[in-house]
């Protein structure tokens, strides 16, 4: 019989990526995968909201400019629906089968953007997140930092701006303060990599933050 203390060792770890538009979110996270994968860990990406068939189709709907102005309670209802199927068909399994997962966002997201930027009070999200994930929270999660102005200039680059994108700069002033208020309060769950200078640099200073968390493990996921 497997003992707990055995199985423990053998979950994988949950890694999450945050930060505003424009931070490189995406543009790190096959190169965190990699760096796990040349340690001999396997380790897969994903994305919320997304990350199964039912999320992106999820996802399609939330980052469209083609439907009338969404509520907020809509919106923060689809991201926990597309949430819900990714933790039961993706994450949880992966992490049961001893795979690290690496996600660009995941809840810490929704008390930013609806949480801050909506202004939808936390203890909605609060109820939803003990709902749909229970226990599970990341083993730790990376706030890639910049001023909302960097960001948004790169992100301009990258094309048409989605629905959250054409948000006024206001918004994203509102949702980096709550990344910044959610790291203050539980520092032991976060690092924070300051995205405002070059790639290499930010890469550099990202990967050393994974392999502190290999040095010392820390376990979010029960």
């Known amino acids: 019989m497997t003992s707990p203390s055995a ?13 505003i538009e424009g931070v490189g979110k995406s543009t790190h996270l096959s190169a ?15 994305r919320e909201p997304g990350g199964t068939p039912l999320g992106e189709a999820i ?13 907020g309670d809509t919106e923060l209802l689809l991201m926990f629906a597309a949430r819900a199927e990714h933790l039961r068909h993706f994450i949880l399994p992966a992490l049961d089968a001893g795979t690290w ?10 008390y930013a953007y609806q949480g801050g930027g909506r202004g939808i009070p936390v203890e909605r999200i609060a109820a939803l997140e003990d709902w749909v994930q229970g226990a599970v929270r990341p083993d730790l999660t990376i706030l890639l930092d910049a001023d909302v102005a960097t960001g ?3 992100a301009g680059k990258r094309g048409e701006a989605d629905r959250f994108e054409q948000e006024a700069v206001d918004f994203f002033e509102r949702v980096r303060a709550v990344y910044h208020e959610r790291v203050n309060r539980s520092p032991t769950r976060y690092a924070v990599v300051d995205a405002g200078g070059d790639l290499d640099r930010v890469r550099a200073d990202l990967l050393a933050r994974i392999d502190d968390l290999l040095a010392h493990p820390v376990s979010g996921t029960p």
């Open 7 to 19: 199985a423990a060792e053998r979950r994988g770890r949950f890694i999450c990526l945050e930060g």
């Open 32 to 46: 965190v995968v990699a760096h796990l994968q040349a340690r001999g860990i396997t380790a897969v990406s994903t």
């Open 59 to 71: 996802r399609g709907l939330l980052l469209s400019r083609d439907f009338p102005p969404m509520h």
């Open 101 to 110: 997962v690496v996600s660009d966002r995941f809840t810490d997201a929704t």
């Open 152 to 154: 948004l200039a790169r």
